[in-house]
């Protein structure tokens, strides 16, 4: 948490709403990256942030139509480290009038860049995201994990990450499996329920040649899978993978007579936890943070959960997801497992979701790679999982402790 | 035969908390301006940013919450697996996460009564006593 750039959100006004596009859309090659990590060939070199960032730019940058010269603003977002502003111009060739570093995880990089636009500081935007988590083997869990609340090393970690340890408690699936465990209780949910979660993300995966994990399993499959953190399983937990995205956002006047259909970045909302993590977390489902951020982003577009055809939430845990989707309205409270037994989250149903494979089977991009298959659905580029007749869509980042939708609309060419 | 455990955090606060502990006494930080009981340990209040506390005795009863068993390793081998933490809301409405004592995940129902115990531990800051909580 230490190395998080903090980040100002900017407010969710009306102002902002469908000013800035996103034209060009650029990605690793994760399923690739992945293989090779885990099987290395003779001569493997690890992948650096400097190669993927450079690899997925180039990519956005075909995939817009545009020429380098087209390109004012930049912005870098790094989980783990990656360089800083100037010398990510230089390694991409760019000379931006406006370059900034922009956070790290998908919540408020976009933002932050939509508002610029609407303010004149750039006309058109690459924002750059990597990460190397795997090659630098990032553990998400153990002693290692410290923190304080006095200001010095470790400060802003949540406590929940470090001061349990005497009792054993550590880890981010530790935080989903209370989430889960306290839901199960409650509303009466089992284990094998709550597999068809990761299950419905995997079949989607199925039909992502650049997801990580594309096979489909059964529920027998599923429970058989060992227990990271009971009650969960470890196809219920994301992966870790190393990989990039780029995105280029333009003017949103600009961008009618693109190379591709632009995506109009319509509205937004943010909303945290100050106090009581372990309560509003494991008891409130997160309720209130999705319930705030939702309903500003919403009344920023215009637009209400009816609208919504396609939804990418940020699926570290599988019960997280559904957090999401009772959070926002789109299922009552509790019933959110049952929507996807239904298959109103498959291709057909109310609100497909995941369609790329999530965090769980396509890639770990931080929420990044939610906004790209969010891109490639409202373009109808998705292939054999395309969203028929998509208009409107929502991305969601939310961790244990914070709510970031986005709200998109299929521009007009 | 003290359990060894994965460390505690030390230091000021925190240090009062374990020696009430070590009398087999469960005491949280309750603000001297607004009253709020503070865990984890804190400097500020976590509600209204005072820095003065009282160690307030808790009455040591709860309810069950959630329940989590850990099957990975996140510890270098110093529990032996699988082992299961409780999520317990106190009386006073603090969440206090811990050790079952005496009784297995199956055996828990949501707002399942329990009450404090103390248990002998070790960590690289020596020994300790943890509030683990049994069936009531």
Not at chain 1, 131 to 160: I, K, L, M, Q
Not at chain 1, 352 to 370: D, I, K, R, V
Request: proline share 6%; glycine share 12%; aromatic share 10%.
């Amino acid at each position: 948490m230490a190395e998080y750039t903090p980040l100002v959100m900017p407010p969710s006004a009306r102002e902002f709403s469908r000013k800035a596009s996103i034209v060009g859309l650029g990605e690793s090659d994760y399923q690739a990256d992945y293989r090779a990590q885990r099987k290395p060939p003779e001569g493997y070199e690890p992948p650096t942030t400097e190669g993927l960032a450079t690899l997925a730019f180039e990519r956005a940058l075909a995939d817009s139509g545009l020429t380098r010269g087209d390109i004012d603003g930049l912005t870098g977002s790094f989980t783990y480290g990656g360089p800083p502003p100037a010398e990510l111009a230089s390694l991409l060739g760019v000379k931006p009038r406006w370059n900034i570093s922009n956070g790290n995880i998908m919540a408020g990089p976009l933002p932050v860049v939509c508002a610029a636009i609407a303010e004149g500081k750039a006309d058109c935007v690459a924002m750059i995201y990597a990460v190397n988590s795997r090659t630098a083997g990032r553990v998400f869990g153990g002693a290692t994990h410290s923190g304080s609340n006095d200001p010095g090393e470790g400060y802003g970690t949540p406590p929940s990450y470090y001061y349990y340890h005497p009792w054993g408690w550590s880890s981010q699936a530790a935080h989903w499996a209370m989430i889960f465990a306290h839901y199960s209780m409650k509303y009466g949910v089992r284990e094998e329920d709550l597999g068809a979660v990761s299950q419905q993300v995997r079949n989607h995966a199925s039909r992502n040649p650049n997801a990580v994990m594309q096979t489909p399993f059964t529920i027998e499959e599923y429970m058989a899978s060992r227990y990271i953190v009971r009650p969960l399983h470890l196809l219920d937990i994301c992966l870790v993978n190393d990989g990039a995205v780029c995105l280029i956002v333009r003017r949103a006047d600009m961008a009618r007579d693109m190379a591709k259909v632009p995506v109009d970045v319509t509205g937004w909302g943010e909303a945290k936890i100050k106090s009581s993590k372990l309560d509003v977390m494991v008891r409130q489902q997160l309720r209130p943070q999705l319930e705030e951020a939702g309903g500003q982003a919403f009344a920023m577009a215009g637009m209400s959960q009816a609208d919504i055809g396609h939804f990418e939430g940020y699926d570290a845990g599988s019960i997280h997801l559904i957090n999401q989707i009772e959070g926002y309205g789109f299922a009552r409270q509790g019933e959110g497992v049952a929507f996807c037994q239904a298959g109103e989250m498959d291709l057909t149903g109310r609100l497909p979701s995941n369609t790329e494979g999530g965090n769980l089977s396509g890639s770990y991009m931080h929420g990044w790679s939610q906004v790209a298959e969010t891109v490639r659905q409202l373009r109808g580029e998705a292939g054999t999982r395309q969203v028929a007749g998509l208009q409107y869509a929502m991305t969601s980042l939310a961790q244990t402790d914070q709510a970031h939708p986005i709200l998109y609309a299929r521009g007009e060419k | 035969m003290a359990e060894k455990r994965p460390p505690r955090t030390l230091g000021p606060g925190h240090d009062q908390f374990w020696e009430w502990c070590s009398k087999s006494e469960l005491r949280l930080q309750k603000c001297a301006s607004c009253g709020g009981i503070n865990w984890p340990v804190r400097q500020t209040c976590e509600f209204c940013g005072h820095a003065e506390f009282a160690w307030e005795a808790m009455s040591g009863r709860g309810k069950v919450v959630s329940w989590c068993s850990f099957h990975q390793d996140y510890y270098g081998g110093v529990m032996p697996r699988p082992y299961d933490c409780i999520l317990v809301e106190l009386d006073e409405g603090v969440l206090f996460l811990s050790n079952p004592q005496g009784f297995a995940i199956e055996d828990i129902t949501l707002g399942m009564d329990v009450a404090v115990q103390f248990m002998a531990c070790e960590d690289g800051g020596g020994s300790f006593k943890l509030p683990v909580f049994a069936r009531v």
